[in-house]
């Protein structure tokens, strides 16, 4: 397990270790995606409030999900480097915040053409979608500071710190429905103590959730690769496979 | 502990780390908290009638459309509603186009003024729904259970 976990720490070994993992999680990737969407939009009963425009929830909700996981994992990384110092920990964060700004920005347009016809309106200032605006921000930042700096090591320790401070948002985004009150409606999915979605329309929800996770450990994987090669270009193992190349 | 990193100046990062978090959570719940009346998005007719909300500002209130107490107009536009917290009711005209969620027992977030014989003149309605998701089958035999038990009762 400790061995798996130092080797993964190698550039290296990460890069060879990915090249060969991509093809099967991009695969399993878009079957779940093509599975997820015909269960929501075609198998999935409507709602019986909202008819059919529910059905982007299956798009919404993931994507969301999806903005607030990968800044949990940019957070975590942010740590592992500082305390560490793990090239690797850098390389994810780093490689992620484009990804969780794209989920992000998906969740607050799919939430806005979802309010316009339920609610009446594109745009409200509620804790909800407050919250999710800013999020957006603390990733646009991140990749702001990171781009500003040109030393990388000086660019991840700035931006592991941003991350942190930022992880202040993800609780509020999630509680935000509770703690005050908003036209966004409560928590569906997380929660305990009652069912409040038919099983047949969960179930292409989840499928929906697992296939957007998986899309982002690929392409992830992808930009990661990348940002190694780019970080690592005067070692001899890329001159080796430039040469090949 | 085996988690803990072995190195003391690892552990004074993650020590610092953790006080930072700590630190910037408690500074964003103290301005949250003395801020709450400015994050919450609606006041609810209990409130008004309390006098929390500002008089002669444009504020939101929030609540559920009253059973019974939507009057259309036959000529123009113009509706009236009692919106309600089940505690207290406020009565609400509103002269546009309502969204499609809106009906009666709904819960909606109306913006506007309260006007001096205590009614709110709202210029935007928007509709708010509940985080239940379920077949119209389900819905009615949900219903149609409830129906039951009301009878069953009496």
């Known amino acids: 397990m400790w061995l798996f976990y130092h080797k993964l720490g190698s550039p290296k070994y990460f890069y060879s270790l990915a090249g060969k993992l991509i093809p099967w999680f991009g695969w399993l990737t878009l079957a779940l995606i093509v599975a997820g969407l015909y269960g929501g939009l075609i198998l999935a009963p409507s709602d019986y409030q909202q008819g059919e425009s529910y059905r982007i929830i299956y798009l919404h909700v993931p994507a969301a999900w999806m903005s607030l ?177 | ?11 004074k990062k993650l020590g610092l780390i953790l006080l930072m978090i700590t630190g910037v959570g408690v500074a964003v719940g103290m301005v949250t908290m003395a801020l709450k009346e400015n994050i919450n998005l609606f006041f609810s007719p209990s409130q008004v009638l309390a006098g929390e909300a500002p008089i002669n500002h444009t504020f939101r209130i929030g609540g559920m459309v009253r059973t019974g107490s939507v009057k259309r107009s036959d000529k123009s536009l113009d509706v009236n509603f009692d919106v309600t917290d089940t505690a207290k009711n406020l009565p609400v005209v509103y002269t546009g186009i309502l969204p499609d969620l809106f009906r009666e027992g709904q819960g909606i977030v109306a913006m506007g003024k309260l006007r001096d014989d205590g009614v709110f003149v709202a210029s935007e309605v928007l509709a708010k729904h509940d985080e239940t998701y379920m077949p119209p089958e389900a819905a009615e035999a949900i219903k149609n259970a409830q129906k039951m038990q009301a009878t069953l009762k009496e």
């Open chain 2, 1 to 11: 502990m085996p988690i803990l990193p072995k190195h003391a100046h690892r552990r």
């Open chain 1, 69 to 245: 996981f990968i800044y949990m994992v940019m957070a975590t990384c942010g740590a592992i480097g500082l305390i560490w110092k793990m090239k690797m920990a850098d390389v994810i964060a780093s490689s992620s915040a484009p990804i969780g700004a794209a989920f992000t920005f998906l969740a607050l347009v799919t939430g806005s053409l979802w309010g316009k016809p339920m609610w009446g309106t594109y745009w409200v200032w509620d804790a909800r979608l407050t919250s999710e605006l800013i999020l957006l921000f603390l990733y646009l930042g991140f990749m702001g500071l990171q781009a500003a700096i040109d030393d990388k090591r000086s660019a991840a320790n700035a931006c592991a710190v941003l991350a942190l401070v930022g992880v202040v948002n993800i609780p509020i985004i999630h509680y935000s429905v509770e703690w005050w009150n908003t036209l966004h409606q409560g928590t569906t999915v997380m929660r305990t103590d009652k069912k409040t979605m038919d099983t047949s329309m969960l179930i292409p929800l989840l499928t929906m959730a697992v296939a957007f996770k998986l899309y982002y450990a690929t392409v992830l994987m992808m930009r990661a690769r990348n940002e190694v090669l780019d970080r690592e270009r005067d070692t001899s193992w890329v001159k080796e496979l430039a040469a090949e190349a």
